[in-house]
């Protein structure tokens, strides 16, 4: 088990499912700080720290990586080659939360280097479920490379 609390980074330009996660963390009572971003442009200013994210102590550095496949500037699989190509950021768990799955999508997030892929849940109590299962097995079951300073 982690001695802080984990940090998971949110990327979806949907406010619907940002707020489902939110509201689902809680329902849950998953021990973890979310930050959210709305695009993949955004997602990579926090990774890299740039801009409004400069600050590690407001925008520190995710455990895992929720990434949405169709979004606007920069789309999942774009974020998801930025941050496998990085030598400091390619060790993040990457978990593609979208609402669907064509074969070529999988095949190329995997050959990028994601960790999973999981379609989003329909409802909230498969939300909650989900947001359940994930922070159990990668916030707290799964061994993870430490973090570099």
């Not at 700080?33 to 801009?51: H, K, M, N």
């Not at 895992?64 to 496998?84: E, S, T």
């Amino acid at each position: 088990m982690r001695s802080q609390t984990p940090t998971i980074l949110v990327v979806d330009d949907d406010p619907t499912d940002q707020l489902l996660m939110q509201e689902a963390v809680k329902a849950v009572s998953l021990r973890c700080s979310l930050r959210l971003v709305s695009d993949g442009s955004e997602a990579l200013d926090y990774l890299f720290g740039r801009g409004p994210y400069s600050d590690r102590s407001r925008a520190p550095r995710p455990d895992l990586i929720l990434l949405d496949l169709r979004m606007p500037r920069l789309n999942g699989c774009q974020v998801a080659l930025a941050v496998k190509s990085n030598l400091y950021l390619r060790k993040i768990p990457i978990v593609v939360l979208a609402t669907t799955a064509r074969q070529e999508d999988l095949d190329e997030l995997y050959a990028i280097g994601v960790n999973s892929y999981m379609p989003k849940p329909g409802n909230f109590e498969e939300f909650a479920k989900a947001m359940r299962d994930l922070g159990h097995y990668w916030l707290e079951r799964a061994l993870l490379p430490p973090q570099r300073v």
